[in-house]
């Protein structure tokens, strides 16, 4: 096997193994295990009785207290199915008054995130975490009472295919997934260049499947369990929790192409073979460059280009040991013949040496 073809498959083994690194979390939602932890129909039976964990606590957010009339009926449905429920709507100057007094150490972040919706996502980890209660998104409204969800410590809904979403969760306070959930927030804080991705992977649904996949790859005590909702249960069976309206406010154009791709997935597969074959191809370019006497003779000049300013920082035969010396001597070509030998002069002893 020729050296630069190992150099490039050593290349590219470094290089998956720093991708696998950096998208293990990624990687293992590929595996959906939610169902074990779903909330089973016997549990979500408004007849069972069972003790209470999660606070009488409804939240949501918007930037004001003007609520869109689209969403309105929605709100207003949570609100008269709970009458004993606290109801709290959390406007954009109420959330960053609540970080700054209780989570000081967040602030900075949280001024600092380039889309609101990420601030939106936030919040709603961190009320959950310091106060309880059932987060619900404004185009979730709901369909019938939320008693049952309240006996568990914590629930999250499941996406399809896999991962779980953060438009409708609940906790009890001070729950130990919520916990971890926050404390993540400034490490995957970054710029992904796409705007959808950004906002998905740094707060958003994707961020907490993450997490939550982490919290619980060493297992978890049952009281720190977090119980999924199911699809059926959420919005697509026969008595659902929600009912949903018009939503995604946040999408922009990206978003927008994502989705256009996943109702043409079979062109979106082509395109990303297509990809996939011009990337092989500028590699097969660049192994033909490496092996060609052109790459030979640049390599050769190079080499030679350092070995003279070797030379011309005085890095010649006098200065290396006498076994290294000998060395040089017997290598010296007919081309260098006619370079000057160093000379050394010992003025006490009167003596030259060549």
């Known amino acids: 096997m020729k050296k630069e073809l190992q150099y490039i498959l050593l290349a590219h083994l470094l290089l998956v ?21 779903a909330l089973l129909e016997s549990e979500l ?6 003790p209470q964990l999660i606070p009488k606590i409804i939240h949501q957010t918007y930037k004001t207290t003007e609520i869109p009339d689209v ?33 000081p150490w967040f602030l900075e972040t949280f001024d600092q995130y380039k889309y609101p919706i990420e601030r939106a996502d936030a919040i709603r980890y961190f009320i959950l975490y310091h106060f309880g209660g059932i987060y619900i998104d404004l185009d979730d409204g709901c369909a019938r009472k939320l008693d049952p969800l309240l006996t568990v410590p914590a629930f999250v809904r499941k996406t399809i295919p896999t991962g779980i979403s953060n ?16 404390d993540s927030l400034n490490k995957y804080n970054h710029n992904w260049l796409v705007p959808y991705i950004t906002i998905m992977y740094s707060t958003g649904p994707l961020f907490l499947s993450v997490i939550w996949k982490q919290y619980k790859r060493w297992g978890v005590p049952d009281a720190g369990v977090v119980r999924i909702l199911m699809p059926q249960d959420y919005s697509n069976g026969e008595h659902p929790f929600f009912s949903i309206s018009k939503g995604s406010s946040w999408h922009m154009d990206d978003a927008k192409f994502m989705f256009l791709l996943s109702k043409h997935i079979v062109w ?11 990337f092989f191809y500028l590699e097969y370019l660049m192994y033909s460059f490496f092996i060609s006497n052109t790459f030979k003779r640049f390599r050769k000049g190079v080499w030679n280009l350092m070995r003279l300013r070797s030379w011309s920082h005085g890095n010649n035969y006098t200065r290396l040991n006498p076994r290294k010396q000998a060395k040089y001597l017997k290598t010296r070509n007919r081309k260098d013949s006619n370079l000057p030998v160093a000379i050394n002069i010992d003025l006490e002893k009167n003596v030259m040496e060549v």
């Not at 979106?268 to 074959?277: D, H, K, M, N, S």
Request: hydrophobic share 45%; with cysteine.
């Open 45 to 50: 039976s408004p007849t069972v009785d069972r």
């Open 268 to 278: 979106a597969v082509i395109g990303g073979f297509a990809v996939a074959l011009l």
């Open 71 to 103: 969403w309105k009926q929605g709100q207003q449905s949570c609100i008269d199915l709970h009458p004993d429920y606290q109801y709290i709507l959390w406007t954009d100057e109420m959330s960053r008054e609540f970080i700054s007094e209780q989570y």
């Open 167 to 182: 438009d409708a969760m609940g906790s009890m306070p001070r729950h130990p997934f919520f916990a971890k959930v926050i």
């Open 17 to 37: 193994v720093f991708l696998v690194y950096q998208t293990f979390d990624l990687i293992t939602l590929l595996y959906d295990d939610s169902f074990q932890y």
